[in-house]
């Protein structure tokens, strides 16, 4: 079931949990066995995932990666608004 939110509190969310990967990577780099360390990063990543499919099914692309479809003919990243209009 997708996330319904409105737009700061999503990208706050996607914030929060993008800090907590970039510091658990710190953690895996010098605890590359540690096996509650990854499976918390599985679930972080998943659950980023979730938010940001979220925040562009609602307000569209994050990222230019997030604009890429498999099969597409054509380039959408200039579709809608751009990420800062509209806030």
Not at 47 to 67: C, H, I, K, S, W
Request: charge should be negative; charged fraction near 20%.
């Amino acid at each position: 079931m997708p996330i319904v939110m409105c737009k700061h509190p999503l990208m706050m969310r996607i914030m929060e949990i993008s800090f907590t990967m970039d510091d658990l990577r710190l953690y895996l780099d010098t605890h590359p066995n540690c096996k509650e360390a990854l499976v918390y990063f599985d679930e972080l990543q998943e659950q980023r995932r979730a938010a940001v499919d979220a925040y562009e099914a609602q307000f569209g692309p994050l990222t230019m990666y997030g604009n890429v479809e498999s099969g597409c003919d054509n380039w959408k990243w200039s579709y809608g608004p751009w990420p800062w209009q509209n806030y």
